[in-house]
């Protein structure tokens, strides 16, 4: 069991959400403190930004590198903030705690690395600063959680983790999908472990920071990091999820963010109610898995193959086109037949071998 601490930053409060702004890239001198001080004015007190940009091909801006960590020094002296930036190797870590900090994250580049994070967690022996580890690219808990044990048991305490989304081939709505069931079992696991989500990188669009922040609330998330940028436009990466301090102070005071605690006594009915009806979802389910495996009986004696991909395709474009009709996403919908597809096709294939 983890004995985590709070991340307790004193002069900033402790109320949700905690708010980590500031651009994808630190860039120029100018462009980190204009847009820090911007920041400042509206009460943010923890500034991010990139110094090392890991991008997925060559020649993007890979960051200004060390050259900028200064200018990090100067916005904690000119406007009080604290400050935050990406590492990904013992030479980032050095760097940044040899430039005052104040928070480092590990991205999900990285994290989805257990060489790289245990190269950053030997760097980080001995040293007390909090650490937020984003979720790995690919949709692994086991891996997040594996991530966030080796910073820990390098004697970091003062941990958090950023959820960011998960890559997909195909993008649509998201730049990374959500995944939310994802953060909620963490939560589950890990409920000390405070979670940040990460809007910007979710999304990848301007438009979609605020719903999605307020779901993040909703769900009870702890803290947002969001890009903020003097002039999201000319941004030299990510410039179509960066908002100006003026739009993010705008999102902010646009959130509702209710009470976790509040008594669920009121619930109790509606509670009931889906508990029946969880037993007959699992009644119909295991239905149509009885019917499933006398198919595969029938293709058994036949000599047919288990999977019959014309047939799957037209379940799959059906039901889909059925669920968004009543009001249920296409992507819920997909997941939830996929799911019910492997293990029909699991329960066929045993009685083939039988
Ligand atoms: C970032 O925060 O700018 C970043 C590179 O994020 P991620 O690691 O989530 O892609
Ligand atoms: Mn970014």
Known sequence: MMELSPINLPGVDNKRPLVIAGPCSAETEEQVLTTAKELAAKGIKIFRAGIWKPRTKPGGFEGVGS????????????????????????????????????ILWI??????????VQEIANALKGVDIPVLIKNPVNPDLELWIGAVERIYNAGIHHLGVIHRGFSSYDKKLYRNLPQWHIPI?????????????????????????APLSQQAMDLGFDGLIIESHCNPDC?????????????????????????????????????????????QLLELLSKR??????????????????????????????????????????????????????????QQIVIMNK
């Open 185 to 209: 079992e963490l939560r589950r696991r890990l409920p000390n472990l405070p979670i940040i989500c990460d809007p910007s990188h979710i999304g990848g669009k301007r438009e979609l920071i």
């Open 107 to 116: 991205g999900a580049r990285t994290s989805a690395n257990p060489f790289a």
């Open 235 to 279: 941004a030299w990466s990510d410039k179509d999820q960066q908002v100006t301090p003026d739009v993010l102070d705008y999102i902010l005071n646009m959130l509702v963010i209710r009470e976790t605690t509040q008594t669920t006594e009121n619930l109790t009915e509606l509670r009931k109610q889906i508990d029946e009806l969880d037993e």
């Open 67 to 102: 050259e900028g960590l200064p200018w990090l020094k100067r916005v904690k002296e000119e406007t009080g903030m604290y400050t935050a930036t990406e590492v990904a190797t013992e030479r980032h870590v050095f760097e940044a705690l040899k430039h005052g900090v104040d």
């Open 289 to 346: 898995m009885r019917i499933s495996r006398e198919i595969g009986q029938y293709k058994k004696e036949h000599d047919m193959p288990v999977l019959q991909t014309v047939r799957y395709d037209e379940i799959l474009n059906k039901r889909v086109s059925q669920a968004v009709e009543l009001d249920m996403s296409d992507d819920f919908m997909k997941s939830v037949l996929e799911a019910i597809h492997e293990e029909s096709v699991r």
